[in-house]
């Protein structure tokens, strides 16, 4: 079962680890309960660094996604892991992470979310569902008609991504999303954010 809210926490937004642990504490102090870590440009070392600091650092009914990396899922003790459509697959993602572990998949259309269903992935991410200013080259909008489409396709557990803000977040889950994955809105007063995330979308 998914959390209402998937707080994404990107490395490229802080300069120093203290400062991205810090940020850390308070997504799960607001009541984050599922953060995805991702490091587009860092080096395994890195990642890795961080990442088992995260894990160290949070209470232990937080679950930890890691970006891209199944091999530094598996070495952080992360519990999953999340992959794009140029990723490896979900098949063999679940070869390098085994059972227990979760396996999400991205998906930027209505027939990619559709090729993810036939897979063993344990939910989808389907996006941008608005305008966002997270990715310097996103793909074309999905819009509540895509993820109402999507929605129809798949019974598996649907995360919608993109834009996705306090103001609009409800009508994301009212198009069919189980949960939203937020970037850019908890930038500013991370605990209340994701506090008011949780209000809104209960």
């Known amino acids: 079962m998914l959390p209402r809210i998937y707080p994404i926490l990107d490395a490229a937004s802080f300069n120093r680890q203290h400062l991205l642990l810090e940020f850390a504490r308070q997504l799960t102090s607001g009541g984050a309960t599922l953060i995805q870590y991702r490091n587009k440009q860092g080096r395994a070392r890195q990642i890795l660094s961080d990442a088992r600091n995260l894990r160290l650092a949070s209470v232990d009914n937080v679950r930890w996604i890691m970006n891209d990396r199944a091999d530094l899922c598996i070495a ?52 941008p569902i608005f305008v966002t200013k997270s990715k310097e080259q996103p793909d074309p909008l999905v819009g509540l008609e895509g993820l109402k489409k999507v929605r129809a396709a798949t019974r598996k557990p649907l995360v919608a991504i993109g834009g996705i803000t306090l103001a609009n977040c409800r009508s994301v889950v009212d198009a069919g999303a189980d949960s939203v994955a937020v970037i850019s809105a908890l930038s500013t007063s991370p605990a209340k954010s994701v506090e008011d995330f949780i209000r809104v979308l209960m």
Request: charged share 25%.
């Open 76 to 127: 952080a003790g992360f519990d999953g892991v999340h992959i794009g459509q140029d990723d490896l697959s979900p098949e063999s993602t679940r070869r390098v992470v085994k059972e227990g572990k979760w396996v999400g998949v991205s998906s930027h259309s209505v027939e990619q979310a559709i090729a993810a269903d036939a897979t063993t992935a344990d939910y989808i991410a389907i996006g």
